[in-house]
C-alpha cells in the first residue's frame, strides 16, 4: 500500500511537478486531524467517567473554571491556524501565484458541454482561430469560424488531451452549458467549467502515460459518462500525434478553366 508522510492514504501515482507538495500537505492535514480525534476522543471518555451520575453526586450546569480546558482550546486554534497559514496557503501560492509564461507553455483551449470535452490546439502558426456560438453546431462544438485564418491550421479534439511530458500546459477552461469540473486525479488538478468564463489552470507532467480525466460536477443525467483520455506524450510521441492530426493544407486556388491533361481524346 502506497503510503504518504507514514500514512497509508493510497493516492493515484503522482505525474505532476506540484502534486507532491499537495499529497504532503494532505498528510499532514491528516495527521493533525489525528491527533485532534484521539486527543478530544480521550477527554470525551475521560468526562463521561470523571462526571458520570453518582451517589452524592448532582451534575452542576456552570460554565467550566479549568484552566486546562482552556489551554487545550487554544492550542486547537494555534494548530488550526497553523495549519491554514503556515502549511496550506504557502503551498497554494506556490502553485497559483506562479503561472508559467504563455509563450513558453502549450496553451490549450477547451469547452465543456453535456457529456463531452472539446480541446482546441493553436496548430503550427501559434494562433488560435476565432470561435463563436453562431457558428456551433453538431460537426463543430466548438464553433469554429471556417474563414478565418488562424483556424485552418487548428487541432480540434473531443474527449482527448494530448501533451507533451516535462512541459508546462496552460488549459484556459470554459463551458457551453452548466458547471462541469475538470479532474485529472494523477496531476492533481481539478477546476470548476464555468460558463461565460475562461479560466486557466497549469501544470507540468513528469511521467508519460495514458491516464484519465472525469468530470467532478454532478452536471446532469449523463455525467458518469463524461471522461476524456489523457494522453502524456514524450516529445516525440507529441510532435508525431501533432503531424498525424494537422488539418491538410488548404487546397491553392485553382485556375478558372484547368487544364485537363487525362481528358479522353475524341
Ligand atoms: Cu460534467
Not at 499529497?23 to 499532514?28: E, R
Amino acid at each position: 500500500m502506497q503510503t504518504t508522510l507514514g500514512l497509508p492514504l493510497n493516492f493515484p501515482p503522482v505525474a505532476s511537478s506540484h502534486g507532491e507538495q499537495l499529497d504532503q500537505l494532505t498528510a499532514i492535514v491528516h495527521w493533525f486531524m489525528l491527533l485532534l480525534f484521539v486527543g478530544w476522543g480521550a477527554f470525551f471518555v475521560y468526562c463521561l467517567v470523571k462526571y458520570r451520575a453518582r451517589p452524592g453526586h448532582t451534575a452542576a450546569y456552570l460554565p467550566p473554571k479549568a484552566v486546562f480546558t482552556k489551554v487545550i482550546e487554544v492550542g486547537v486554534i494555534v494548530v488550526e491556524v497553523l495549519l491554514l497559514f503556515g502549511f496550506s496557503t504557502p503551498v497554494w501560492f506556490r502553485y497559483k501565484n506562479h503561472p508559467p509564461a504563455e509563450k513558453d507553455a502549450l496553451v490549450v483551449k477547451l469547452v465543456a458541454e453535456q457529456f463531452a470535452w472539446n480541446f482546441q490546439y493553436a496548430g503550427k502558426d501559434g494562433k488560435f482561430g476565432k470561435t463563436s456560438e453562431a457558428n456551433i453546431s453538431s460537426d463543430n462544438p466548438l464553433g469554429m469560424d471556417a474563414d478565418d485564418p488562424d483556424g485552418k491550421d487548428d487541432i480540434v479534439t473531443v474527449n482527448q488531451l494530448h501533451f507533451p511530458v516535462n512541459k508546462d500546459v496552460i488549459v484556459q477552461i470554459s463551458s457551453k452549458d452548466v458547471i462541469h469540473s475538470f479532474n485529472i486525479p494523477v496531476l492533481r488538478v481539478k477546476q470548476d467549467a464555468v460558463p461565460g468564463s475562461r479560466i486557466p489552470i497549469w501544470f507540468k507532467a513528469t511521467q508519460p502515460g495514458h491516464f484519465e480525466l472525469a468530470c467532478a460536477q454532478l452536471c446532469g443525467l449523463g455525467h458518469y459518462r463524461m471522461r476524456a483520455d489523457v494522453l502524456i506524450d514524450t516529445p516525440e510521441d507529441y510532435a508525431k500525434w501533432q503531424a498525424e492530426n494537422a488539418p491538410p493544407p488548404a487546397e491553392p486556388p485553382t485556375s478558372a478553366a484547368p487544364e485537363n491533361t487525362h481528358a479522353p481524346q475524341k
